[in-house]
C-alpha cells in the first residue's frame, strides 16, 4: 500500500510540474492579450446596448427633457446605470444641467462627435455616446474606460468611480504603440481605441493555474519525500531520514530563493517584499510563511518517528550526556532568539505605518497571515521544548541533574546576552517554558497547571516581542523626523527649482497667458498651466499662490503691491536657496516649508514678464496623504508617517527657539553636553521617550512620543492567552477525529458518535458550570458589541449634527457680509473676502455660483491635477436646489481617498439662492479609525476586566479527561 501511495505521488508531482511548465511554454504575452482584449469588447458591446436600450426608450427620453422639472426621477435613472458603470450627462445649449457624478463633467458637448467615440481627458479616458433629443438639449452616456493619473496606482478599497480595465491586464494604447496591441470596436464595428498588456507584472487565469500547480506540484514532492524518510526511520535509520528530510527542504528553498519565480510570474502582495522584508531567507511574507511551516512540518515528523529514534552510544556514555544535554539546552536558546527576532520582525519589517494592536488586527491587509505565522511559530517553540525535554530524560534521567543542567544553560544565556543584547527577561521566560515542559510530555495532555503556565509564559513573552518592536519602529520614525528637522531645506524639492525658474523663463506658451491675461484678466487659466505643468509629481504637495506683472504693471487687481512685499520678505525673513537664482526660504515653525521667487523674462518684442511664486508646505499636508496624487506612490518618505503624537522642540545656543505639541520643553537647553551627531534616546518620568540629535555646537533638536500605557499591554496579554487557549482547543477536538479518519471511519456516524462519546465523559457539575459561565461570558459579550455600536451611532450623529451646524453658522455670516456690500456684485464680494482670508483659515472651503461651476477653493491643487471637476456634488446640488434643503452632508470619494462633505446653500435678502458653500472634511478617514480604534480599546479593556470568567470557563472544559491523539498513536 505504501508503495502504490508513493507512486501515486510521484506520478502526481510530474504531472503538477509538467502541467505549470506546459502553461509557461504554451501561453505567451500574445495569448493573454487575445484572451482579454476580447473580452473587454465584448463588455464594452454589453454596455453599449444598455445605453442604446436607454437612449430608445421613450417615457426615459420625455423625462430627460422635462428634467428640470423632474430632477429626482432622473437621478433615480441615472443611479440605475452607475451601476454598470455608465453615467448620464444632460446639456442645454451645450452647458451641463445635470451630471451623474462630479468626478470628471466634461465643460461643453460641443465638439463631441454624435453615436459613439471616445475621449481621452486630462484625467480619465471614455467611451461617449452622444444622443440629441430637442434643438438644444443633449444626452451624453460615459463609460471609463482608464483612469489617466497613475494608472498603475492599486486601489485598497473598491472605488466608487471604477473604470472598464481597472481589474484588467490592460492598458490603453499610445499613438506610437504599434507591437502587441489589440483594436477594440463598437458594436457595429466602428474603431474606438487600442489596448496593449501593462509593462508591470499582471495576474491572470494561466498565471494562476501555474501557481497552484508548482504549490501542488511542491506539496506532493515534499509529501513524498516525507513518507520516504518514515520508511527510512522505521527501517532504522531514523537520523538520516531527518537529514534527509531537512536536505530537502533546504534544497527546495534555496531553489525558491535563487530564482525568485514566484514573485516574478504574479504581482501578488504576499511576495511582495513592498509588504514585508528582512533577510535572505525571508525577503517576503510568503517565504517567512513557508520557512515556518517547514519548521513546524519537520519538528512534527521528529516527534512522529521518536520512538524510532536510537542516540548514538557515544552521546549516551556518563561522562558525555550532561555536556551533550548542556550544548543542547544552548543550541535551543539560540534556536528560539531566532524565531523571536524573526517573529518581532512582522512589526518592524513590515508596511503599516500604524503599531497600535487594535488598529492593525482590524486594518491591516495582512493581518490573517500574520496570526497565522505567529501561530505557527508558537507550535513550533512549543514543540521544540517537547524535544528537548525527551532528549533530556534520555541524556540525563534524574530530575536534579536535570534541572540543574538546564539552570546552568539558562546562566550561561543570560550572561552571553548581557555582552550583546538586553534579552534577560525574555531568555527567563524560555527557561520557565523549558521548565515548565519538563514535567509533562505534551501540551495535549490535560494537566491544566502546565498549559494555563506555559499559555501565561508565552503571552508575556509575545507582548514583550510585541512593545519592543513598537520601540524599535516608534525609534525609527523619530530618527526620520530628526533629519528633517535637522534639514532647513525640503531637498527633494530644491532639486527641482532650478529647473523651473530655467523653464518658466524660456516658456513663451506661459508669455503668450500672461500677455492675454494684461487684458482680459484670468489669473486662475495661468495657474492651472503653472501647476500641470512645473508643479506635478512631488511639488504637488505644496499649495501655490501666484502673481503676474507685465511690462510692471499687475494683470489682476491684487489687495497689495507683491513686488513690495517680494521685497520686504527677502530683506527681512529669508534666505537664499542654495543652487538656485531666484528661490528664496522663510523663516518658518518646525515642520513648514515657505519658498518663493521672482522671475524675470522678456521677449523678443521688448515686453517685460515678472511672475512671484510663493510654494508653502505642512508635513501634514492634505496632498501629502493622497497617494495617488504623488509622482513616486509607492514611495514611503517622511510625509507619509503620522505626526500628531510626536512633539519636537529646537534649541539655538541653549536656548528654546521653538517647540510644537502637547509636551512642554524647558526653556534652556538640557542636553548642550551631548555628543554631536549622534542618536541619543532617553526616557523621562513623564511617559515620554525622547530622541535627541545635535547637528553642531549651537543646535539641539527633540522629538518625543507618549509611551503607551501599561493597561494595553495587559490587554495584549489577556488577549494572546485567549488565543492560544481557543488554538488549542480546536486541536484537541481535530485529534479526536484524526484517529477515525485513519481508521478509515470518517463517516457522519462515527463523527455523531464521536461527538457523543466527548459529550458523555463530561461531568454534570462541568456541564452547569460551564452553563453559568458561558451565561455570564455571552451576556458580556453582549453588552460590550451593545455599547460599541450604540456608542458608535451617537457619536457619528453629533459628529454630523456638529458639522451641519457649524456650515449654517458659517453661512449665516457669509450672508450677512454680503448683505453689507454696495457692488450689488454679491459673487464678487464672496470670492474676495474668502481670498483674504486663506491665508489664515484652517478649514476648507469651497464656493460654487448657483449653477454648482466652482469659483473658490483653499485647495486648488486637486482641481488643478483633475483629481475631481469644479462642479459641486450632484447629490448635494439636488438637495440644496430641488429638495430646497439649507444644509447637506455628503460623502465622497477620489479613488479610494473617501472623505465627508457638508454643503449649504447661500441666499441674498430676498432668499434667492446666489451661490453655495462646501466644507470638506478630508480628515474624514482619520478621524474615523480613531474613533474607532477608541471604541475598541474601551471595549477591550471592558472585556479584560472580566476576563477572569474567560480564564475560568478554559479551566472547567480542559480539565476534562479527553484522550487525544497522543493515546492512538
Same mark, same amino acid.
Given at each position: 500500500?505504501?508503495?502504490?501511495?508513493?507512486?501515486?505521488?510521484?506520478?502526481?508531482?510530474?504531472?503538477?510540474?509538467?502541467?505549470?511548465?506546459?502553461?509557461?511554454?504554451?501561453?505567451?504575452?500574445?495569448?493573454?492579450?487575445?484572451?482579454?482584449?476580447?473580452?473587454?469588447?465584448?463588455?464594452?458591446?454589453?454596455?453599449?446596448?444598455?445605453?442604446?436600450?436607454?437612449?430608445?426608450?421613450?417615457?426615459?427620453?420625455?423625462?430627460?427633457?422635462?428634467?428640470?422639472?423632474?430632477?429626482?426621477?432622473?437621478?433615480?435613472?441615472?443611479?440605475?446605470?452607475?451601476?454598470?458603470?455608465?453615467?448620464?450627462?444632460?446639456?442645454?445649449?451645450?452647458?451641463?444641467?445635470? *451630471?451623474?457624478?462630479?468626478?470628471?463633467?466634461?465643460?461643453?458637448?460641443?465638439?463631441?462627435?454624435?453615436?459613439?467615440?471616445?475621449?481621452?481627458?486630462?484625467?480619465?479616458?471614455?467611451?461617449?455616446?452622444?444622443?440629441?433629443?430637442?434643438?438644444?438639449?443633449?444626452?451624453?452616456?460615459?463609460?471609463?474606460?482608464?483612469?489617466?493619473?497613475?494608472?498603475?496606482?492599486?486601489?485598497?478599497?473598491?472605488?466608487?468611480?471604477?473604470?472598464?480595465?481597472?481589474?484588467?491586464?490592460?492598458?490603453?494604447?499610445?499613438?506610437?504603440?504599434?507591437?502587441?496591441?489589440?483594436?477594440?470596436?463598437?458594436?457595429?464595428?466602428?474603431?474606438?481605441?487600442?489596448?496593449?498588456?501593462?509593462?508591470?507584472?499582471?495576474?491572470?487565469?494561466?498565471?494562476?493555474?501555474?501557481?497552484?500547480?508548482?504549490?501542488?506540484?511542491?506539496?506532493?514532492?515534499?509529501?513524498?519525500?516525507?513518507?520516504?524518510?518514515?520508511?527510512?526511520?522505521?527501517?532504522?535509520?531514523?537520523?538520516?531520514?531527518?537529514?534527509?528530510?531537512? /536536505?530537502?527542504?533546504?534544497?527546495?528553498?534555496?531553489?525558491?530563493?535563487?530564482?525568485? *519565480?514566484?514573485?516574478?510570474?504574479?504581482?501578488?502582495?504576499?511576495?511582495?517584499?513592498?509588504?514585508?522584508?528582512?533577510?535572505?531567507?525571508?525577503?517576503?511574507?510568503?517565504?517567512?510563511?513557508?520557512?515556518?511551516?517547514?519548521?513546524?512540518?519537520?519538528?512534527?515528523?521528529?516527534?512522529?518517528?521518536?520512538?524510532?529514534?536510537?542516540?548514538?552510544?557515544?552521546?549516551?556514555?556518563?561522562?558525555?550526556?550532561?555536556?551533550?544535554?548542556?550544548?543542547?539546552?544552548?543550541?535551543?536558546?539560540?534556536?528560539?532568539?531566532?524565531?523571536?527576532?524573526?517573529?518581532?520582525?512582522?512589526?518592524?519589517?513590515?508596511?503599516?505605518?500604524?503599531?497600535?494592536?487594535?488598529?492593525?488586527?482590524?486594518?491591516?491587509?495582512?493581518?490573517?497571515?500574520?496570526?497565522?505565522?505567529?501561530?505557527?511559530?508558537?507550535?513550533?517553540?512549543?514543540?521544540?521544548?517537547?524535544?528537548?525535554?525527551?532528549?533530556?530524560?534520555?541524556?540525563?534521567?534524574?530530575?536534579?541533574?536535570?534541572?540543574?543542567?538546564?539552570?546552568?544553560?539558562?546562566?550561561?544565556?543570560?550572561?552571553?546576552?548581557?555582552?550583546?543584547?538586553?534579552?534577560?527577561?525574555?531568555?527567563?521566560?524560555?527557561?520557565?517554558?523549558?521548565?515548565?515542559?519538563?514535567?509533562?510530555?505534551?501540551?495535549?495532555?490535560?494537566?491544566?497547571?502546565?498549559?494555563?503556565?506555559?499559555?501565561?509564559?508565552?503571552?508575556?513573552?509575545?507582548?514583550?516581542?510585541?512593545?519592543?518592536?513598537?520601540?524599535?519602529?516608534?525609534?525609527?520614525?523619530?530618527?526620520?523626523?530628526?533629519?528633517?528637522?535637522?534639514?532647513?531645506?525640503?531637498?527633494?524639492?530644491?532639486?527641482?527649482?532650478?529647473?523651473?525658474?530655467?523653464?518658466?523663463?524660456?516658456?513663451?506658451?506661459?508669455?503668450? &497667458?500672461?500677455?492675454?491675461?494684461?487684458?482680459?484678466?484670468?489669473?486662475?487659466?495661468?495657474?492651472?498651466?503653472?501647476?500641470?505643468?512645473?508643479?506635478?509629481?512631488?511639488?504637488?504637495?505644496?499649495?501655490?499662490?501666484?502673481?503676474?506683472?507685465?511690462?510692471?504693471?499687475?494683470?489682476?487687481?491684487?489687495?497689495?503691491?507683491?513686488?513690495?512685499?517680494?521685497?520686504?520678505?527677502?530683506?527681512?525673513?529669508?534666505?537664499?536657496?542654495?543652487?538656485?537664482?531666484?528661490?528664496?526660504?522663510?523663516?518658518?515653525?518646525?515642520?513648514?516649508?515657505?519658498?518663493? /521667487?521672482?522671475?524675470?523674462?522678456?521677449?523678443?518684442?521688448?515686453?517685460?514678464?515678472?511672475?512671484?511664486?510663493?510654494?508653502?508646505?505642512?508635513?501634514?499636508?492634505?496632498?501629502?496623504?493622497?497617494?495617488?496624487?504623488?509622482?513616486?506612490?509607492?514611495?514611503?518618505?517622511?510625509?507619509?508617517?503620522?505626526?500628531?503624537?510626536?512633539?519636537?522642540?529646537?534649541?539655538?545656543?541653549?536656548?528654546?527657539?521653538?517647540?510644537?505639541?502637547?509636551?512642554?520643553?524647558?526653556?534652556?537647553?538640557?542636553?548642550?553636553?551631548?555628543?554631536?551627531?549622534?542618536?541619543?534616546?532617553?526616557?523621562?518620568?513623564?511617559?515620554?521617550?525622547?530622541?535627541?540629535?545635535?547637528?553642531?555646537?549651537?543646535?539641539?533638536?527633540?522629538?518625543?512620543?507618549?509611551?503607551?500605557?501599561? *493597561?494595553?499591554?495587559?490587554?495584549?496579554?489577556?488577549?494572546?492567552?485567549?488565543?492560544?487557549?481557543?488554538?488549542?482547543?480546536?486541536?484537541?477536538?481535530?485529534?479526536?477525529?484524526?484517529?477515525?479518519?485513519?481508521?478509515?471511519?470518517?463517516?457522519?456516524?462515527?463523527?455523531?458518535?464521536?461527538?457523543?462519546?466527548?459529550?458523555?465523559?463530561?461531568?454534570?457539575?462541568?456541564?452547569?458550570?460551564?452553563?453559568?459561565?458561558?451565561?455570564?461570558?455571552?451576556?458580556?459579550?453582549?453588552?460590550?458589541?451593545?455599547?460599541?455600536?450604540?456608542?458608535?451611532?451617537?457619536?457619528?450623529?453629533?459628529?454630523?449634527?456638529?458639522?451641519?451646524?457649524?456650515?449654517?453658522?458659517?453661512?449665516?455670516? &457669509?450672508?450677512?457680509?454680503?448683505?453689507?456690500?454696495?457692488?450689488?456684485?454679491?459673487?464678487?464680494?464672496?470670492?474676495?473676502?474668502?481670498?483674504?482670508?486663506?491665508?489664515?483659515?484652517?478649514?476648507?472651503?469651497? &464656493?460654487?455660483?448657483?449653477?454648482?461651476?466652482?469659483?473658490?477653493?483653499?485647495?486648488?491643487?486637486?482641481?488643478?491635477?483633475?483629481?475631481?471637476?469644479?462642479?459641486?456634488?450632484?447629490? /448635494?446640488?439636488?438637495?440644496?436646489?430641488? &429638495?430646497?434643503?439649507?444644509?447637506?452632508?455628503?460623502?465622497?470619494?477620489?479613488?479610494?481617498?473617501?472623505?465627508?462633505?457638508?454643503?449649504?446653500?447661500?441666499?441674498?435678502?430676498?432668499?434667492?439662492?446666489?451661490?453655495?458653500?462646501?466644507?470638506?472634511?478630508?480628515?474624514?478617514?482619520?478621524?474615523?479609525?480613531?474613533?474607532?480604534?477608541?471604541?475598541?480599546?474601551?471595549?477591550?479593556?471592558?472585556?479584560?476586566?472580566?476576563?477572569?470568567?474567560?480564564?475560568?470557563?478554559?479551566?472547567?472544559?480542559?480539565?476534562?479527561?479527553?484522550?487525544?491523539?497522543?493515546?492512538?498513536?
Amino acid at each position: 500500500m505504501n508503495n502504490k501511495l508513493r507512486i501515486l505521488l510521484f506520478v502526481l508531482t510530474l504531472l503538477f510540474f509538467a502541467t505549470a511548465f506546459s502553461v509557461k511554454k504554451a501561453i505567451n504575452d500574445i495569448d493573454i492579450l487575445e484572451l482579454e482584449s476580447k473580452s473587454l469588447g465584448e463588455k464594452l458591446q454589453r454596455k453599449e446596448q444598455l445605453i442604446d436600450e436607454l437612449f430608445s426608450d421613450s417615457l426615459v427620453i420625455k423625462t430627460f427633457i422635462n428634467s428640470e422639472r423632474y430632477p429626482l426621477q432622473v437621478r433615480e435613472i441615472s443611479n440605475s446605470y452607475q451601476h454598470h458603470q455608465i453615467y448620464i450627462y444632460i446639456y442645454k445649449d451645450n452647458k451641463p444641467i445635470f *451630471w451623474s457624478t462630479n468626478v470628471y463633467v466634461p465643460e461643453t458637448d460641443a465638439g463631441i462627435k454624435p453615436e459613439a467615440s471616445f475621449i481621452n481627458a486630462e484625467n480619465y479616458s471614455f467611451f461617449v455616446k452622444k444622443k440629441q433629443i430637442t434643438g438644444s438639449l443633449n444626452i451624453l452616456a460615459l463609460i471609463p474606460i482608464q483612469r489617466n493619473f497613475n494608472p498603475n496606482y492599486q486601489a485598497r478599497g473598491n472605488p466608487s468611480f471604477r473604470t472598464l480595465i481597472s481589474n484588467t491586464q490592460l492598458q490603453v494604447a499610445d499613438f506610437g504603440d504599434n507591437d502587441n496591441i489589440k483594436n477594440i470596436y463598437t458594436k457595429d464595428k466602428v474603431y474606438l481605441f487600442s489596448v496593449k498588456l501593462k509593462s508591470s507584472k499582471y495576474s491572470n487565469i494561466y498565471l494562476n493555474i501555474q501557481l497552484l500547480c508548482w504549490g501542488l506540484g511542491t506539496l506532493c514532492s515534499v509529501v513524498l519525500i516525507t513518507t520516504i524518510c518514515f520508511g527510512m526511520a522505521k527501517a532504522g535509520r531514523a537520523l538520516w531520514s531527518i537529514l534527509l528530510l531537512i /536536505a530537502t527542504f533546504v534544497v527546495v528553498r534555496y531553489i525558491d530563493l535563487e530564482t525568485n *519565480w514566484l514573485s516574478q510570474i504574479s504581482n501578488y502582495k504576499l511576495f511582495s517584499p513592498k509588504v514585508y522584508a528582512y533577510n535572505y531567507i525571508s525577503p517576503n511574507l510568503w517565504s517567512f510563511l513557508i520557512n515556518s511551516i517547514v519548521l513546524l512540518w519537520i519538528l512534527c515528523y521528529i516527534l512522529s518517528i521518536r520512538k524510532y529514534i536510537v542516540i548514538p552510544e557515544f552521546f549516551l556514555r556518563q561522562k558525555h550526556r550532561p555536556i551533550c544535554y548542556y550544548l543542547v539546552l544552548l543550541c535551543t536558546y539560540f534556536l528560539y532568539s531566532e524565531i523571536l527576532n524573526q517573529l518581532s520582525t512582522l512589526i518592524t519589517h513590515s508596511s503599516f505605518e500604524n503599531e497600535e494592536l487594535i488598529t492593525l488586527f482590524f486594518s491591516y491587509d495582512f493581518t490573517i497571515y500574520h496570526i497565522l505565522i505567529f501561530t505557527i511559530n508558537i507550535v513550533s517553540i512549543i514543540l521544540i521544548a517537547n524535544i528537548v525535554v525527551i532528549l533530556g530524560r534520555k541524556l540525563s534521567p534524574k530530575i536534579i541533574n536535570n534541572i540543574n543542567l538546564q539552570l546552568m544553560a539558562l546562566v550561561t544565556v543570560l550572561i552571553i546576552s548581557g555582552f550583546y543584547q538586553d534579552f534577560t527577561v525574555i531568555y527567563i521566560l524560555l527557561g520557565l517554558l523549558i521548565l515548565t515542559s519538563s514535567f509533562e510530555k505534551s501540551l495535549l495532555k490535560n494537566d491544566i497547571y502546565t498549559q494555563v503556565i506555559t499559555f501565561i509564559t508565552l503571552s508575556i513573552l509575545s507582548t514583550i516581542l510585541y512593545a519592543e518592536a513598537i520601540k524599535v519602529n516608534t525609534k525609527e520614525h523619530m530618527k526620520m523626523i530628526l533629519l528633517n528637522l535637522e534639514s532647513d531645506d525640503d531637498v527633494q524639492a530644491v532639486s527641482l527649482f532650478s529647473k523651473i525658474e530655467h523653464d518658466i523663463s524660456k516658456d513663451a506658451q506661459l508669455k503668450r &497667458l500672461i500677455q492675454i491675461a494684461s487684458t482680459n484678466p484670468n489669473p486662475e487659466i495661468i495657474n492651472s498651466y503653472i501647476q500641470k505643468n512645473y508643479l506635478s509629481g512631488y511639488l504637488s504637495n505644496y499649495n501655490f499662490t501666484a502673481y503676474y506683472y507685465f511690462n510692471g504693471m499687475p494683470i489682476n487687481n491684487y489687495s497689495r503691491d507683491q513686488l513690495q512685499v517680494y521685497r520686504e520678505k527677502v530683506i527681512n525673513h529669508s534666505s537664499k536657496v542654495n543652487h538656485t537664482q531666484n528661490f528664496y526660504k522663510l523663516k518658518t515653525e518646525i515642520g513648514h516649508y515657505d519658498y518663493f /521667487a521672482l522671475i524675470n523674462s522678456s521677449d523678443v518684442s521688448g515686453n517685460d514678464y515678472s511672475i512671484i511664486l510663493n510654494l508653502k508646505k505642512n508635513i501634514n499636508s492634505l496632498t501629502a496623504g493622497i497617494p495617488f496624487l504623488s509622482g513616486n506612490i509607492n514611495s514611503q518618505n517622511f510625509n507619509h508617517f503620522s505626526l500628531k503624537n510626536f512633539n519636537f522642540a529646537i534649541y539655538k545656543k541653549g536656548v528654546l527657539i521653538s517647540q510644537n505639541g502637547k509636551y512642554t520643553y524647558p526653556n534652556t537647553d538640557k542636553y548642550v553636553d551631548k555628543p554631536i551627531d549622534e542618536f541619543i534616546a532617553i526616557d523621562d518620568v513623564n511617559e515620554h521617550n525622547h530622541l535627541i540629535l545635535r547637528p553642531n555646537n549651537e543646535t539641539t533638536l527633540i522629538v518625543s512620543t507618549p509611551t503607551q500605557s501599561y *493597561w494595553q499591554y495587559l490587554t495584549v496579554i489577556s488577549v494572546t492567552f485567549l488565543y492560544l487557549y481557543i488554538t488549542l482547543g480546536l486541536l484537541q477536538l481535530l485529534f479526536q477525529f484524526i484517529p477515525i479518519y485513519i481508521k478509515r471511519k470518517f463517516t457522519l456516524k462515527n463523527l455523531y458518535q464521536q461527538l457523543r462519546y466527548i459529550f458523555s465523559r463530561i461531568r454534570y457539575s462541568t456541564r452547569i458550570q460551564t452553563l453559568v459561565i458561558a451565561s455570564v461570558l455571552i451576556a458580556i459579550v453582549i453588552s460590550g458589541i451593545i455599547s460599541f455600536f450604540s456608542i458608535k451611532i451617537q457619536t457619528e450623529k453629533s459628529r454630523k449634527d456638529q458639522k451641519l451646524e457649524y456650515i449654517a453658522s458659517v453661512v449665516h455670516n &457669509l450672508e450677512q457680509i454680503s448683505s453689507l456690500d454696495s457692488t450689488n456684485n454679491l459673487i464678487e464680494a464672496l470670492y474676495t473676502k474668502m481670498s483674504n482670508l486663506n491665508d489664515v483659515m484652517v478649514t476648507n472651503f469651497n &464656493l460654487y455660483d448657483k449653477n454648482g461651476k466652482l469659483f473658490f477653493t483653499t485647495q486648488p491643487s486637486i482641481y488643478n491635477h483633475n483629481l475631481i471637476s469644479s462642479y459641486i456634488n450632484p447629490n /448635494a446640488y439636488l438637495e440644496l436646489n430641488v &429638495l430646497k434643503k439649507n444644509e447637506s452632508l455628503i460623502y465622497e470619494q477620489i479613488v479610494d481617498f473617501k472623505y465627508e462633505s457638508a454643503y449649504a446653500a447661500i441666499k441674498d435678502s430676498n432668499y434667492k439662492t446666489i451661490a453655495y458653500l462646501g466644507i470638506p472634511y478630508f480628515d474624514y478617514e482619520i478621524a474615523e479609525s480613531e474613533n474607532i480604534n477608541i471604541l475598541l480599546k474601551t471595549n477591550f479593556k471592558y472585556l479584560y476586566n472580566h476576563s477572569d470568567h474567560f480564564r475560568l470557563l478554559g479551566c472547567v472544559y480542559f480539565q476534562q479527561d479527553y484522550r487525544t491523539f497522543a493515546d492512538y498513536t
